[in-house]
């Protein structure tokens, strides 16, 4: 889900604010606009009515003017006044809207023009007592023409009085509309503050608290949680990356630690172990030398191989080897121990050359071997062997030590598993790392690896262990 800011909240905030007042403005506008509009056209409405009477006063003058003096010049006089009558009842019939009354008002405008205009033909042939009929018929129209127009005016001022009321119970309701939804903003405007404000106060508090837990050493509290996706939501999945991360640093600082300490206890046992070193290597030197001298041939290559054995295993401790190295080694532990038991063991060796340049802790591959012996086959008269296999799949590199001795029960290897087993397991080695040391240096030196074992009592034991393949000296 996209996250949505802290600014980008508060502009919609006010944006909504904006535009509710905005609209309640306009509202408000649009009904005084309207009251305004109905104002004009009614005042026009009476201008027009008041226009057509005077127009029809003018005209109805003119031609008794007319009639008593018929001359041109009054007959111009009268056409301009029916001229402009037309021109006002033109206006009428488009402005006014349709109705019984407006076409009654009509039929009395034509009659007042077609009467006049009789008028006018009559005195111009001399007809005397026909145009004088006329005219009366001309002024009593002119009459009902003004009758009308009061009635229209009544009759308009009716409606108008009626359509303002409308509008002005209209307007009442806008207000009241228009302050509810006033209140409605202003209480919706405190609600989101305060929503806004709890929601920033309480991820805060929580980072707060939180942070008070890591520094009295409290690291395994949960993660903070907070369900707005926002500047805070960053905020706290940053805190909880570094809490994770200072509890990452904490645990490879412990595991450093360990690993330390595993080394000075590995050096301590072999510093109770060891004579000088140069002392015992000049010492073996001479014997074997002595010993080829003398045609001891198989004497002289048993003292090189316990030689360049404790030389391996005498040396730096806390190193980093490969298994071409390890391999050579445990050739050389072989040649030793099939000089001691001689037909009773075979060791056997699929190994994968490609495999030879992984690194490795030291002393890896040897306790294992050991444990093979001492723990399998080393009570076996006969047909005993021993296993080392090393092959590669798509990103490891798997070394597996077998034997064909005695097992162990599903409890025996999950007490091993578990770091449960003591240091009883050492005994007999030639280097006094056990099984235990061996897991536990190679997790601190390769958090992927991983050890397992196979084994059923009576049929052997299988040790599996797994390296990263890139990993190479």
């Not at 005042?43 to 003017?65: G, K, P, V």
């Not at 929503?195 to 395994?220: C, D, M, P, R």
């Not at 360049?308 to 190295?325: F, I, M, Q, V």
């Amino acid at each position: 889900m996209r996250m949505i800011k802290l600014r980008t909240k508060l502009l919609l905030y006010f944006l909504v604010i904006l535009v509710s007042m905005v609209a309640l403005f306009l509202i408000r506008e649009w009904h005084t606009q309207r009251i305004v509009s109905l104002h004009e056209e009614n005042s026009e409405h009476y201008f027009l009515l008041n226009e057509l009477t005077n127009s029809t006063d003018l005209t109805l003058q003119s031609l008794q003017i007319f009639v008593h003096e018929p001359t041109e010049n009054n007959k111009e006089a009268y056409q301009q006044e029916k001229q402009q009558l037309q021109t006002l009842t033109t206006d009428f019939e488009q402005k006014i809207r349709d109705s019984m009354d407006k076409q009654n008002y009509l039929s009395l405008l034509t009659s007042f023009q077609e009467y006049a205009d009789e008028t006018i033909t009559l005195v111009e042939q001399d007809h005397i007592e026909q145009y004088a009929s006329s005219l009366n018929e001309t002024d009593r129209t002119a009459d009902y023409i003004h009758e009308k127009t009061l009635e229209f005016i009544n009759q308009q001022l009716t409606e108008y009085q009626h359509i303002i009321e409308l509008e002005n119970q209209r307007i009442e309701e806008a207000k009241k509309t228009g302050s509810f939804v006033f209140l409605t903003i202003i209480l919706l405007s405190i609600l989101f503050a305060l929503w806004f404000s709890n929601g920033a106060t309480k991820v805060i508090e929580k980072l707060t608290s939180a942070s008070k837990e890591i520094s009295q050493g409290h690291y395994n509290i949960p993660d903070v949680q907070v369900s707005q996706r926002d500047e805070l939501r960053v905020l706290t999945d940053t805190f909880n990356r570094m809490k994770y991360n200072i509890v990452e640093a904490i645990s490879e600082m412990k595991e450093k630690a360990k690993m330390s300490q595993l080394l000075k206890e590995m050096e301590l046992k072999s510093l109770q172990n060891q004579v000088n070193p140069h002392f015992l290597f000049n010492t073996l030197n001479v014997i074997s030398k002595t010993s080829y001298i003398e045609g001891a041939d198989k004497t002289s290559d048993l003292i090189h191989s316990i030689s360049a054995l404790l030389r391996y295993n005498l040396g730096n401790l806390d190193r980093e080897t490969s298994l071409k190295d390890e391999v050579a080694v445990v050739n050389e532990y072989f040649f030793l121990q099939q000089s001691r038991f001689g037909d009773r063991i075979t060791f056997e060796q699929n190994i994968e050359e490609d495999c030879l340049h992984v690194a490795i802790p030291c002393l890896t591959l040897q306790p294992l071997i050991e444990n093979a012996f001492v723990h399998g086959i080393e009570e076996m008269a006969e047909d005993a062997v021993i296993t080392l296999a090393i092959f590669s799949t798509a990103r490891q590199v798997v070394i597996e030590v077998s034997d064909n001795g005695k097992g162990m029960s599903q409890a025996k290897i999950a007490a091993i598993l578990n770091h449960q087993e003591t240091d009883r397991e050492q005994k007999g080695h030639s280097t006094g790392i056990g099984l235990r040391n061996v897991m536990e240096r190679l997790k601190i030196f390769d958090k992927s690896s991983d050890v397992a074992i196979v084994s059923e009592v009576g049929k052997g034991t299988t040790v599996r262990i797994t390296l990263d393949k890139g990993r190479t000296t």
